[in-house]
Nanobody
Framework: QVQLVESGGGLVQAGGSLRLSCAAS????????MAWHRQAPGKERELVAT???????NYVDSVKGRFTISRDIAKNTVYLQMNSLKPEDTAVYYC?????????WGQGTLVTVSS
C-alpha cells in the first residue's frame, strides 16, 4: 500500500503563487509516474502535470508556462509550483502515483484563487 499526503493548498489572490507538496510513503523508484490532477466544482477531474521515473515532465496546455512539477527523490516528495494563478485554477488538487496496474491517490488539497 502507498500513502500520499498533500499539503500547501490555500487561498491566494489572482496573480499569486502557491507550492503544493505530496509526500509518498515509498521511494519514487517504485513508481512509473507521479502526477497532479485537479477537480473544480461541478467539473470532472483533469490531469494537470506529470513527471516520470526518469524526470520527464508534461503539462496540460492551460498551465504550461505557469506551473512546474518537480521532485525531491531523497524526500520522496513531488511538488507543484503554481505561479500566475487564475480564478479558473480553483480546484481540489490531488497527487497521484502510478505503479503498474495500480494507481494511488492522496486526499486532496484545496486551492482557491480569488479575483
Amino acid at each position: 500500500q502507498v500513502q500520499l499526503v498533500e499539503s500547501g493548498g490555500g487561498l491566494v489572490q489572482a496573480g499569486g503563487s502557491l507550492r503544493l507538496s505530496c509526500a509518498a510513503s515509498r521511494s519514487f523508484v517504485m513508481f512509473n509516474t507521479m502526477a497532479w490532477h485537479r477537480q473544480a466544482p461541478g467539473k470532472e477531474r483533469e490531469l494537470v502535470a506529470t513527471i516520470t521515473r526518469i524526470g520527464i515532465t508534461n503539462y496540460v496546455d492551460s498551465v504550461k508556462g505557469r506551473f512546474t512539477i518537480s521532485r525531491d527523490i531523497a524526500k520522496n516528495t513531488v511538488y507543484l509550483q503554481m505561479n500566475s494563478l487564475k480564478p479558473e485554477d480553483t480546484a481540489v488538487y490531488y497527487c497521484n502515483a502510478n505503479m503498474g496496474p495500480s494507481d494511488y491517490w492522496g486526499q486532496g488539497t484545496l486551492v482557491t484563487v480569488s479575483s
